[in-house]
């Protein structure tokens, strides 16, 4: 009998630009659709911000600075990415170079990705955004967050 993990671990990025825009990733794996923001699972041995780091240079080829430390979860959240509590832990970073990766207009703009996993990037501004456009829980709370620092 295998056991469950007892927590997952993961971290994310909130790149904000100088339009108050905040970078967002919409995401297509095992059939569903999501959006979220960028950043991934903690491998074992790495640390939060180096984790972080690696994930950006995976999903964009984005090499960040993590600047501040914005948010950790606070409230029990089952993970959907193999189990165990969530513990999601979120920095404010900054990129170290220009974007060589596509941005997207619209959500989903899987153009050209044939197989699975797909992925695309938008800024979407802050003011704008909401909870229903974000599809996780703990994502959902620091929308709110987000909304309270910048506007």
């Known amino acids: ?4 993990p007892l927590f997952n ?13 905040v970078l967002l990733s919409d995401e297509e794996e ?9 950043g991934g699972g903690l491998e074992y041995g790495e640390g939060l911000t180096e984790g972080l780091k690696r994930e950006f240079i995976e999903e964009c080829n984005l090499v ?6 914005f948010y950790t979860t606070d409230f029990f959240v ?3 990415f193999g189990g165990g509590q969530l513990i999601s832990v979120y920095y404010l970073i900054k990129p ?4 060589s990766f596509k941005l997207s207009n619209f959500q989903f703009d899987f153009e050209g990705q044939d197989i699975s996993p797909k992925q ?3 800024f979407v501004a802050i003011k704008e955004l ?10 959902k709370h620091v929308v709110n967050l987000l909304r309270e620092k910048y506007l």
């Open 78 to 80: 089952e993970s959907i």
């Open 30 to 38: 095992y059939g569903k659709r999501f959006t979220k923001f960028p």
């Open 1 to 4: 009998m295998m056991n469950k």
């Open 120 to 122: 695309c990037f938008r």
């Open 64 to 69: 960040i600075d993590v600047e501040a430390h």
């Open 9 to 21: 671990v993961r971290v994310y990025g909130l790149l904000v630009n100088e339009n108050q825009e």
């Open 96 to 99: 170290k170079q220009d974007f």
């Open 130 to 139: 909401e909870e229903k456009h974000i599809t996780f829980p703990v994502d």
